[in-house]
């Protein structure tokens, strides 16, 4: 096995040190061709199997690998943030000497396991989630989820006109930081017009103060694991603690939903703009129901595509994929969604976001 690993993570960096050969078309998908005879085995580790983004994901990788004639090797942890069972499905993918993992990774504590596996060869791209650090992967397909907080926010501070805004930020975690989390939330306080402090870090802004069209006051910040139970106990907390809150930040639409459900059986759903990321089919027919006024869409069938496609390239003597210009990672598009479009806010109607859900 150390052999075999040691082989085939020669061939990778031979590999990777060509330049100017880039395969385009060359051999049929199943294997045929330059370097046909070589199987190439891929792992998907996402972040649960239960999440529609994470579900979406995972039939898209299964496509291009069965288009890329790639072996395709499904995992997952057990929920948001489980990071023993994605270091698990690491350990899993070295043992079988796959030629590459694509990982949504669930916080920091999979950073040793990914660079274990690239250090036995394996050439690894985070999709959704980029680590921290950037390099602890080769690569990042992802949404610029800083850009998506922003859209959401510059939309929720046109609609606002200048009304004073009691907000409500429901996110991912408050016991571990990831990305996604703080690039989200971070990104819709800009959007507002509202200084943050660091922003890698939620929660660290002023409470009260001016965004870009009156007076703000943060009346939460709390987590939601992502899942929509999450997101009505969240949305009930934040209740109990200002019942007059009229913005609703959610890290995704599962969250959306639930802290909806929390804000109708309160009697209080008149008057909030409730904001979400991810854009799935369901959740733009949340934006055309009206639970969700505007949600920024991410294209998690491209993400899984492209890392399908790029592992093989590599693992066949290709090129290895290279970030988008001023950015870390490689980023796959993020569009707003919304049926109240606002001045000065690029977006699409949740009819034409139907059309593109999570393509």
Known sequence: ??????????????????????????GDSSGGGSGGDKSVAVALIT???TNPFFVTMQQGAKKAAEAEGV?????????????????????????????????????????PAIKKARDAG?????????????NTVDITFATDNFKAGELIGRWTAAQ???????????????????????????????GMGIDTADRKKNGDEAKTGNYSGGTYTIACNEPTNGAEDGGRTAMENCLTKDPAINVVYTINEPAAVGAHKALQAAGKTQGVLVVSVDGGCDGVRQVKDGVIGATSQQYPLKMAELGVQAIKKIATGGEKPQVTDGLDF???????????????????????????CWG
Do not use: H, W
């Not at 075999?4 to 385009?24: P, S, Y």
């Open 330 to 356: 490689f980023d796959t598009g993020v569009t707003l969604v919304t049926d109240r479009a606002a001045g000065g806010v690029e977006s699409i109607t949740s009819a034409d976001g139907a059309q593109r």
């Open 160 to 190: 606002l006109a200048g009304k004073p805004a009691t907000i409500a930020l429901l996110d991912l975690f408050n016991d571990k930081i990831v990305s996604v989390d703080y690039n989200r939330d971070q990104g819709f306080l800009t």
């Open 1 to 26: 096995m150390i052999q075999r690993i040691g082989r085939r993570r020669a061939a990778l960096l031979a590999a990777v040190a060509v330049t100017g050969m880039v395969v385009t078309g060359c």
């Open 122 to 134: 394996l050439y690894v791209i985070a999709l959704d989630t980029p680590p921290d650090p950037a």
């Open 71 to 111: 072996k395709l090797t499904v995992a997952a942890g057990k929920e948001d943030g489980d990071e023993a069972g994605q270091v698990q499905a690491i350990e899993d993918s070295i043992a079988r000497g796959d030629e590459g993992i694509l990982i949504t990774p669930n916080g920091p504590g999979v950073n």
């Open 47 to 49: 972040k649960n199997s």
